[in-house]
């Protein structure tokens, strides 16, 4: 007795579009989310604006949960884990548990949208001093404080007069273990200088780097402004360590093209820290049984002309649940597993 | 043998970037006032986007093949509005550049060999003690460009002078007029100038350098030429009824 069903799990970017667009081609979906609310990553994590168009992320999520919501063929349950899954393609059976009970259902075929976490600075090799300096702060600390416009040294409350972003933290780290670039930490560093410099025109602002990493479009619209615009200064060299010296932070590390060695004083040291698979990532993934890489991200082992399709038939995975991903990537992710999901529901042969 | 680079200074101001240690002595502040004529140029944006720190500027430019010398660190330095170091490099690096613009290739549209003609400029204006000391040996040049309209002339070509340019300079110089005179251009049977300049074309170069800033450029760098160039333009310009 097969089921009809679409099952997303997570109601991130990736998530909510899935459900959208299968829901538009005439599936019924269910959406379950772990946490409270809707929305993912840039609800949970206070995103300012978003990169690299600098809509507003609250904003610009509202329309999308709204859509997928308000369509009478999505189903969101909010609050709600999934803890076992029974069956196989076209017939699986899902265990749904709130706080105050559970509840089994079924589902046809299974989108993993349980996105990533960003990476913590306190970890392993890295000698940021994160959880020791308060004025040593990640990517998402600093878009919460973008988004209220506020954006101080935490240690005194006043506007910073010099600002750092460090790059490749945690990413691109035979030490750490990931290999691999996050991918978007260099676009979103550039956009929140953009966004530091619009809100406190008196600081300076440094971008300490490995390589920029700003892939088609990103390079015009946000690294080249940045630089010519808003006069961010691009230093190619990665800081070794960051210490406290006259009540300010003090950055060491090489200016490479200069080739010296440098030690400069900051005020606020923003750690442009990468992706990690998430624990929903890693949960759903040994629950359902796909296979994962290394690092612990969901493979998707049929090649680039199908990123979505997972090892267990009738399971696919969407966005950054699969590796570091920008929101066009997942979006355009989501929309390939929505289309494919439907065409398995309804008994259609997809090859890859 | 290269000297160990400068360690970059904790530098104690705020508004003070990734600083070396050359030039403690000179106030901040002077630097300032000079890297803020330099951006204040018009010229300044068109020559200065934003710089990748790429290079190929470097590779292109035959004074860094001979030399201790970076366009890409001109660029870069302007890009990152690092005061301190611009103001080393306007004394220790511009005068490295032979401004043939072979550094205009930048994937950024910059100007490199611009930016420096630009803080050339600034140094010569305010006359620091490098571009005095830079542009000493080329008094001889700057009197003949300024008084004549041409720059090195024939009758320079002097065996003694330039023995490097080989055994033939003694004959042609003996022969100078008669080898002038076998160039089939007419504006070259000249000796004592590079081409023949026309008096009305003369004229007008004065009357520019002087209204232009140029005059006073010398006359920072080097009051006793200037003085000997005023003279000879002095009498030029009162025949034709300038005063000046």
Same mark, same amino acid.
């Given at each position: 007795m097969g089921s009809d069903r679409l099952l997303v799990i997570g109601a991130g970017p990736a998530g909510l579009e899935a459900a959208r667009l299968a829901a538009s081609l005439g599936s019924q979906v269910l959406v379950v989310e772990k946490r409270d609310v809707a929305g993912g990553m840039p609800i949970h994590e206070n995103y300012a604006a978003l990169t690299h168009g600098f809509r507003d992320a609250g904003e610009a999520m509202s329309e999308l949960i709204s859509a997928a919501t308000g369509h009478p063929n999505v189903e969101l349950r909010t609050a709600t884990e999934v803890t076992a899954v029974d069956g196989s393609v076209g017939d699986f059976s899902v265990t749904l548990s709130t706080g105050t009970g559970d509840e089994t259902v079924d589902a046809g075929a299974i989108i993993l949208a349980t996105g990533f976490q960003h990476f913590d600075p306190g970890r392993e090799t890295q000698q940021y001093g994160y959880y020791e300096f308060p004025d040593v702060i990640t990517l998402a600390d600093a878009?919460?404080?973008?988004?209220?416009?506020?954006?101080?040294?935490?240690?005194?409350?006043?506007?910073?007069?010099? =600002?750092?972003?460090?790059?490749?933290?945690?990413? @691109?780290? @035979?030490?750490?273990?990931?290999?691999f670039c996050s991918k978007v930490c260099c676009g979103i560093s550039s956009?929140?200088?953009?966004?530091?410099?619009?809100? =406190?025109?008196?600081?300076?602002?440094?971008?300490?780097?490995?390589?920029? @990493?700003? +892939?088609?479009?990103?390079?015009?619209? &946000?690294?080249?402004?940045?630089?010519?615009?808003?006069? =961010?200064? +691009?230093?190619?060299?990665? $800081?070794?360590?960051?210490?406290?010296?006259?009540?300010?932070?003090?950055?060491r590390g090489e200016d490479t093209t200069m080739g010296r060695p440098m030690e400069v004083p900051m005020?606020?040291? $923003? #750690?442009? =820290?990468?992706?990690?698979?998430?624990?929903?990532?890693?949960?759903?993934?040994?629950? #359902?049984?796909?296979?994962?890489?290394?690092?612990?991200?969901?493979e998707t082992p049929h090649g680039e002309l199908d990123t979505v399709s997972t090892s267990v038939p009738g399971v696919f995975a969407v966005g950054a649940a699969t590796g570091p991903a920008?929101?066009?990537?997942?979006?355009?992710?989501?929309?390939?597993?929505?289309?494919k999901a439907v065409a398995l529901l309804r008994g259609a042969e997809v090859t890859v | 043998?290269?000297?160990?680079?400068?360690?970059?200074?904790?530098?104690?101001?705020?508004?003070?970037? !990734?600083?070396?240690?050359? +030039?403690?002595?000179?106030?901040?502040?002077?630097? !300032?006032?000079?890297?803020?004529?330099?951006?204040?140029?018009?010229?300044?944006?068109?020559?200065?986007?934003? /710089?990748?720190?790429?290079? &190929?500027?470097?590779?292109? /430019?035959?004074?860094?093949?001979?030399?201790?010398?970076?366009?890409?660190? &001109?660029?870069?330095?302007?890009?990152r509005e690092d005061v301190e170091l611009i103001f080393e490099q306007m004394n220790d690096d511009v005068w490295n550049c032979s401004q043939c613009f072979s550094c205009d290739r930048c994937p950024r549209q910059n100007s490199p060999g611009g930016l420096i003609t630009i803080l050339r400029e600034v140094a010569v204006r305010h006359g620091l003690a490098s571009s005095q000391e830079a542009l000493e040996g080329y008094g001889r040049v700057v009197y003949k460009i300024m008084t004549t309209g041409t720059q090195v002339s024939p009758d320079m070509l002097q065996p003694d002078a330039f023995p490097d340019w080989g055994p033939d300079v003694k004959e042609v110089s003996d022969?100078?007029?008669?080898?002038? @005179?076998? #160039?089939?251009?007419?504006?070259?049977?000249?000796?004592?100038?590079?081409?023949?300049?026309?008096?009305?074309t003369l004229l007008e170069l004065y009357l520019i350098w002087h209204y232009s800033d140029v005059m006073d450029m010398i006359e920072e760098v080097d009051e006793g030429l200037h003085m000997i160039i005023l003279d000879v333009m002095e009498e030029t310009l009162e025949e034709a009824g300038y005063e000046i």
């Open positions: 878009e919460a404080m973008l988004k209220a416009n506020n954006f101080v040294r935490p240690s005194t409350g006043e506007p910073p007069e010099r =600002v750092a972003f460090i790059q490749c933290v945690g990413s @691109r780290d @035979r030490q750490i273990g990931n290999e956009k929140q200088a953009i966004e530091v410099r619009q809100q =406190v025109p008196d600081a300076r602002v440094f971008i300490f780097y490995i390589d920029m @990493r700003m +892939y088609g479009y990103w390079e015009n619209e &946000i690294y080249w402004p940045a630089q010519e615009e808003y006069r =961010v200064n +691009y230093v190619k060299g990665i $800081v070794t360590e960051i210490l406290s010296k006259n009540g300010r932070l003090l950055v005020d606020v040291v $923003v #750690l442009a =820290v990468g992706m990690e698979p998430s624990l929903g990532t890693r949960k759903m993934a040994e629950m #359902l049984g796909v296979a994962t890489n290394k690092y612990g991200y969901i920008d929101l066009d990537d997942s979006i355009s992710s989501a929309g390939a597993a929505a289309a | 043998m290269s000297r160990a680079a400068p360690a970059t200074t904790f530098a104690q101001r705020p508004g003070a970037t !990734l600083a070396p240690r050359a +030039y403690e002595d000179v106030p901040y502040e002077e630097k !300032l006032a000079l890297w803020e004529e330099v951006k204040a140029d018009p010229r300044f944006p068109d020559y200065l986007y934003g /710089c990748y720190e790429c290079g &190929i500027c470097v590779a292109a /430019c035959p004074s860094a093949r001979f030399y201790d010398f970076s366009p890409r660190k &001109i660029a870069q330095a302007a890009a022969q100078l007029d008669l080898w002038r @005179r076998a #160039l089939p251009p007419e504006t070259l049977h000249t000796t004592s100038t590079g081409w023949e300049v026309s008096e009305k």
